[in-house]
Each structure stands twice: as structure tokens, then as C-alpha cells.
């Protein structure tokens, strides 16, 4: 249920879109059990832009906690923590609310869809532990194991559904 679209942001990137999967109720509901299953124990659940919103919403409702919305550069209102990064494809930044919200000495759990070069995953881990949170693990549903994101974020635990 993943739909691959051909260089897309950039040429030589495979895009793996997992569009059709969430939209399937049989598919979400998989995804978010076993997702939910890598991340019990979290006392909160992060969610990276954008589709680990979904995923991380989803799976937080399943444990019975909360999510936090770790948003690219530019979404948030002042004052944010952040963090800049190098993707698959070009650089970007991960911001947090650094008011109304207190996540130090929770243990958070990262979620995301894809796991290419783990830039992204390891910004996300700078910016919650700056903020006092113990990052206990992450999962995501699919990882490009040839971008070997896994070893970037080393020793971080890191669950993924399917692999690539
Ligand atoms: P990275 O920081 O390289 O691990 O990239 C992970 C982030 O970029 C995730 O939030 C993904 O949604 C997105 N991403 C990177 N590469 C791909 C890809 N080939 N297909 C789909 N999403 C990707």
C-alpha cells in the first residue's frame, strides 16, 4: 500500500508515499497498534512533520497519552527551540514550543513514516533532550536501510515496521 513516485522532491530521490496506507481503516489501525506496541512505556509521544502527525496522533490515543507536534521551521509562534539539519534532500528545521509546555524528564518516543538518512530523527532527539526529555526510542512504519539512518541516530533504539 505504498505508492512510489520517481524523483520527486528531487531527482534521485524514490518517494515513498504512504498515502494509500492511512487512508486504509485495516491499514492505519495495523500500523498504529504495531507502532503503539514499539513506543509502550512513553509517557509522550512525538510526532515529526508531517506525516508523523498522523501516525504519532493516532498512537497516542492508543496509549493514553499525550503527542507533541515537532513542526518544520516557521510554524510556530515565538519563543521556539530549534534545530537545523541536513535531509535526503537539501537542509531544514525542526522547531518545539519552548513555552506552555514543560517535557523535561519525560520519556518520549518519536514517531515518524519513513526513516531515509536520519537527519531528521536526530534533530528531533537534539531538541527534545535539549528541552530536558529522556528520547527512549523512536519507530517508524518504513526505513531505507541503504541510507543507514539507524547507525546516524546510534544508540537511540529505533523500531521500523517494514524494511527497504
Ligand atoms: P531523513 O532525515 O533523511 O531520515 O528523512 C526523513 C524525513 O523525510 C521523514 O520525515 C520522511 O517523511 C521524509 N523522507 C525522506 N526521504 C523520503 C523518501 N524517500 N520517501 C518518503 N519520505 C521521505
Same mark, same amino acid.
Given at each position: 500500500m505504498t505508492r512510489e513516485v520517481a524523483?520527486?522532491?528531487?531527482?534521485g530521490v524514490q518517494f515513498k508515499d504512504l498515502t494509500p496506507l492511512l487512508a486504509d481503516a485495516a491499514g492505519l489501525c495495523a500500523v498504529t497498534d504495531a507502532l503503539a506496541a514499539s513506543a509502550a512505556g512513553a509517557d509522550l509521544v512525538a510526532g515529526l512533520d508531517a506525516r508523523g502527525f498522523l501516525l504519532g496522533a493516532a498512537v497516542a490515543t492508543r496509549l493514553g497519552i499525550g503527542v507533541l507536534a515537532v513542526r518544520?521551521?516557521?510554524? &510556530?509562534?515565538?519563543p521556539v527551540h530549534s534545530a537545523t539539519y541536513q535531509l535526503e534532500y537539501g537542509t531544514a528545521t525542526l522547531e518545539i514550543p519552548a513555552e506552555g509546555i514543560d517535557i523535561a524528564g519525560r520519556d518520549v518516543v518519536i514517531i515518524d513514516d519513513v526513516l531515509a538518512t536520519g537527519g531528521t530523527l536526530g534533530a528531533a532527539v537534539k531538541l527534545l533532550t535539549a528541552s530536558g526529555?529522556?528520547?527512549t526510542g523512536a519507530a517508524v512504519?518504513?526505513?531505507?536501510?541503504? &541510507?543507514r539512518g539507524r547507525g546516524a541516530v546510534a544508540p537511540l533504539p529505533v523500531s521500523s515496521l517494514h524494511t527497504v
Amino acid at each position: 500500500m505504498t505508492r512510489e513516485v520517481a524523483d520527486f522532491p528531487e531527482p534521485g530521490v524514490q518517494f515513498k508515499d504512504l498515502t494509500p496506507l492511512l487512508a486504509d481503516a485495516a491499514g492505519l489501525c495495523a500500523v498504529t497498534d504495531a507502532l503503539a506496541a514499539s513506543a509502550a512505556g512513553a509517557d509522550l509521544v512525538a510526532g515529526l512533520d508531517a506525516r508523523g502527525f498522523l501516525l504519532g496522533a493516532a498512537v497516542a490515543t492508543r496509549l493514553g497519552i499525550g503527542v507533541l507536534a515537532v513542526r518544520k521551521g516557521g510554524k &510556530l509562534p515565538p519563543p521556539v527551540h530549534s534545530a537545523t539539519y541536513q535531509l535526503e534532500y537539501g537542509t531544514a528545521t525542526l522547531e518545539i514550543p519552548a513555552e506552555g509546555i514543560d517535557i523535561a524528564g519525560r520519556d518520549v518516543v518519536i514517531i515518524d513514516d519513513v526513516l531515509a538518512t536520519g537527519g531528521t530523527l536526530g534533530a528531533a532527539v537534539k531538541l527534545l533532550t535539549a528541552s530536558g526529555a529522556r528520547v527512549t526510542g523512536a519507530a517508524v512504519v518504513l526505513e531505507l536501510t541503504e &541510507l543507514r539512518g539507524r547507525g546516524a541516530v546510534a544508540p537511540l533504539p529505533v523500531s521500523s515496521l517494514h524494511t527497504v
